[in-house]
T-cell receptor
Framework: GENVEQHPSTLSVQEGDSAVIKCTYS??????FPWYKQELGKRPQLIID?????GEKKDQRIAVTLNKTAKHFSLHITETQPEDSAVYFC??????????FGQGTRLTINP | NAGVMQNPRHLVRRRGQEARLRCSPM?????VYWYRQLPEEGLKFMVY????????ESGMPKERFSAEFPKEGPSILRIQQVVRGDSAAYFC???????????????FGPGTRLTVT
């Protein structure tokens, strides 16, 4: 079925460096791409999203880029800080209704 | 504007008892979704509701689980005769309804952590 593949499954970076997480999708009709951050024991938090009519969106240290031809979109976090440590998800929006989550990427920021 | 509210935050039930989880969507939101999360896993969709209607329950187990979103009051996820395998975090999300907009942001509540002993 339609889904999203997310890479890497774990990522460890030094504080201050950049982190990039990539998701590849299969449904060419997809046109909404959200990113959620979930800290340990907390709720998933929508941190940024993009619709297919734009190629890039930025919000302070966070940016998302979309390549519709290659069917992938990426989350970029610059100047990483310890509080960026969390699991990041790029769920697939199925039927414009439910979100289908994968296993996510566990990001660890090393001080 | 208060966010999505869920209660209780923690719920302990013995095997065979009933669990009722409540979710109040954000003000102005008419769509509610329930997800379940096991430890170290992603969230799994369970059910999507609008006021007085179940739109998609494809993720709900066939037995013991039910959900409702009445005209007045919160959405309720009900689990009858709980078993140990029901222990998980249950998250509710809500989204607004905008005519002509095919996708809407979903905002999550803090979750209810159910423990079955």
């Amino acid at each position: 079925g339609e889904n999203v593949e997310q890479h890497p499954s774990t990522l460890s970076v030094q504080e201050g460096d950049s982190a990039v997480i990539k998701c590849t999708y299969s449904d060419s009709a997809s046109n909404y791409f959200p990113w959620y951050k979930q800290e340990l024991g907390k709720r998933p938090q929508l941190i940024i999203d993009i619709r297919s009519n734009v190629g890039e969106k930025k919000d302070q240290r966070i940016a998302v880029t979309l390549n519709k031809t290659a069917k992938h979109f990426s989350l970029h976090i610059t100047e990483t800080q310890p509080e960026d440590s969390a699991v990041y998800f790029c769920p697939f929006c199925q039927g414009a209704q439910k979100l289908v989550f994968g296993q996510g990427t566990r990001l660890t920021i090393n001080p | 504007n208060a966010g999505v509210m869920q209660n209780p935050r923690h719920l302990v039930r013995r095997r065979g008892q009933e669990a009722r989880l409540r979710c109040s969507p954000m003000k102005g939101h008419s769509h509610v979704y329930w997800y379940r999360q096991l430890p170290e896993e992603g969230l799994k969709f369970m059910v999507y509701l609008q006021k007085e209607n179940i739109i998609d329950e494809s993720g709900m187990p066939k037995e013991r689980f039910s959900a409702e979103f009445p005209k007045e009051g919160p959405s309720i996820l009900r689990i009858q005769q709980v078993v140990r395998g029901d222990s998980a975090a249950y998250f509710c999300a809500s989204s607004p309804q905008e005519i002509g907009v095919p996708y809407h942001e979903q905002y999550f509540g803090p979750g209810t952590r159910l423990t079955v002993t």
